[in-house]
């Protein structure tokens, strides 16, 4: 009876003991992964989370002598200041403006592209079509800014076009809706091409034989893309929609800057420019860093909300 006991013990022991083996195995297996994932880490904890501490200066009234902990508390001192000020809405509404048109006209378009590559034949068509379209992400905006600049100006090369029609220059970065009209078309001529990488990876797990059965049951181009290739895409493009969503309230500065007049300054003062001019140019640090606060709430309750809405049509990102 003891024999058996013990035999019986054994054998309900065994298949842990399996499990506990296979999981040392793999934890073996993937040790050279999770060094070479030790970099990313890193990047992470030093570049991302450290900084997070700093957010603390908000509270208080920041100066160098002090230094960050030993700087008075002030509590919500720099956010009562920073929100009497008439000029703090005016940019908060310019950032959401300026974002929200930004996402909604410029987001489908590297779908779009990632759709017409994908049904591009030839190849050499489609290697030149891809380098010419992924070019620009790789050219920083002052540059991008430079030719927006040369091209619209006054004595650019489009009212040297138009001026036999028009006769009188017309000042496209000088009036809001154009300026507007520029900003927006020159961000997605930017970021089309590179943020359509991530739809045509998605593409390519879609299995060819679904496109072979429409194709033999009379199903066209446009049914094909309607009926197949855009619920293949879904789940990426709700992904990509939380996180772009999630920096709503973060516009370029470098493109916003760059671009950036007096004319259009009601329109085109965001919070990335307030936050160089008033905390670096000015050494205000707690009330840009109480405004970097604000931006970062109004992104997480952005995301948390979008993400609630995706999970009610089983789309969400968690």
């Not at 091409?193 to 194709?215: C, N």
């Amino acid at each position: 009876m003891r024999l058996d006991t013990a035999e019986e013990t054994a054998g309900r022991r065994t298949p842990l003991q399996l499990e506990r083996k296979v999981d040392r195995k793999r934890l073996k297996q993937n040790i050279p992964y999770f060094l070479m994932f030790l970099p990313v880490i890193a990047y992470f904890a030093v570049f991302k989370y450290a900084p997070m501490g700093g957010l603390v200066i908000a509270f208080k009234d920041y100066n160098f002598a002090d230094g960050v902990f030993g700087s008075p508390w002030v509590g919500f001192g720099q956010f009562e200041t920073l929100f009497s000020n008439p000029q703090t809405l005016q940019i908060i509404r310019n950032t959401f403006v300026l974002s929200v048109l930004s996402l909604l006209i410029g987001f489908p378009f590297p779908i779009i592209l990632a759709i017409l590559l994908n049904e591009a034949r030839r190849m050499w068509f489609k290697r030149w079509i891809q380098t010419f379209v992924y070019l620009p992400h790789f050219l920083s905006w002052v540059i991008v800014s430079g030719m927006v600049i040369t091209i619209f100006a006054t004595e650019g090369v489009v009212n040297d076009l138009l001026a036999p029609w028009l006769g009188e220059p017309i000042a496209f970065l000088y009036e809001q809706g154009s300026w507007l009209t520029i900003f927006i078309g020159s961000g997605i001529w930017k970021g089309a091409g590179w943020g359509a990488i991530i739809y045509l990876a998605a593409l390519s797990s879609i299995d060819p034989s679904l496109y072979e059965s429409a194709s033999i049951d009379g199903a066209n181009k446009f049914r094909q893309i309607a009926h197949i290739t855009l619920p293949g895409l879904a789940p990426t493009i709700v992904i990509v929609f939380i996180l772009s969503v999630g920096n709503v309230m973060e516009v370029g500065f470098d493109q916003v800057y760059t671009l950036q007049n007096s004319a259009v300054f009601s329109m085109s003062e965001v919070i990335s420019t307030y936050t160089y001019k008033i905390g670096l140019q000015r050494l205000q640090f707690s009330l840009t860093a109480a405004m970097g606060f604000f931006e970062s709430i109004i992104g997480l309750i952005l995301v948390l909300m979008t993400n609630a809405v995706a999970r009610r049509f089983g789309q969400g990102l968690w």
